[in-house]
């Protein structure tokens, strides 16, 4: 738009260098002054009415690195942007559980329930994408609109015979988004108890609140590390200083936002 009034002065100024040598002797600005007036209004109308809402172009983007295999570029398509969408967020959850980092990073994204953690099963924009997301978990909702999210995944963990852990880890993150820390915590020891490995850091975080609220943070001490207790003490003190208070969100967003304590209180 601020090409166009310098290109019609000079084409302005060649018109009067050049006039219009044709029967009808009309100077060429007759003409440029109608045509660059309509192409101007098509530029308006175009950039006036066209898509510019940033949570759809990054669906679009983390749609298509995703389907390419990019996963670590796709994590960092708008993280520091502080909403999501259904797609983006299942877009995401996929990622993560394909770099088997689902428990270690969801909750660095902003988070809306269990519901964003899978997508529509028929979606005609994102239709490719969604298959890859129930591929990867061995299992189809029986519909095409909308469905519980947290029920599909539990029946779907009660027929697998094959213990798969992207199965286990979906699943457990749907009980932490749906703050269903009783189930958290029995399907975290048929899964992840049982082994020697260390727990993810949300899990960790999960099973500190979970200490907290039963007053026994010595209990099961050995699963998070001390950085994580000493952390955990931190955001209770700045819970405490804030009370309950509209600035809430936003005093635990600035410290702890991408915490699942922080989830958990606030969102």
């Known amino acids: ?29 007759n003409y440029l002054r109608t045509n660059l007036l309509i192409l101007s209004l098509m530029f308006f109308v175009t950039g006036r009415f066209a898509n510019t809402n940033h949570l759809f172009h990054y669906e679009m983007k983390v749609a298509r690195l995703v389907g390419s295999g990019f996963y670590d570029d796709a994590l960092q398509v708008g993280s520091h942007y502080a909403k999501t ?51 990867s978990l061995g ?14 995944l539990e029946m779907a963990n009660r027929r697998d015979t094959l213990s798969s852990r992207t199965l286990h880890d979906y699943l457990l993150c749907a009980y932490l988004l749906d703050r269903n820390l009783p189930a958290f915590n029995s399907l975290l020891k048929l899964t992840y108890m049982q082994s020697e490995e260390r727990l993810p850091r949300y899990y960790r975080e999960a099973l500190l609140l979970s200490a907290q609220a039963h007053e026994d943070l010595r209990a099961d001490s ?4 001390t950085q994580d207790a000493e952390r955990f003490e931190d955001f209770l003190g700045v819970l405490q200083e804030v009370g309950e208070d509209s600035l809430d969100a936003v005093a635990s967003s600035c410290l702890f936002g991408d915490t699942y304590w922080h989830y958990y209180f606030f969102e």
Not at 114 to 133: A, E, G, M
């Open 1 to 29: 738009m601020c090409i166009i009034p310098v290109f019609y002065f000079i084409s302005l100024i060649l018109s009067r260098i050049y006039p219009y040598a044709q029967t009808e002797k009309l100077p060429l600005g």
């Open 222 to 225: 050995t699963t998070w590390t």
């Open 85 to 135: 969408t259904r797609n983006l967020t299942s877009q995401r959850a996929y990622a993560l559980s394909q770099k088997g980092e689902l428990g270690e990073g969801l909750f660095s994204y902003p988070m809306q329930g269990s519901q964003y953690l899978l997508p529509i099963v028929q979606d005609r924009v994102f239709t490719r994408n969604n298959r890859q997301v129930f591929s």
């Open 139 to 152: 299992y189809i909702p029986n519909t095409e609109g909308d469905f519980p999210t947290t029920r599909f």
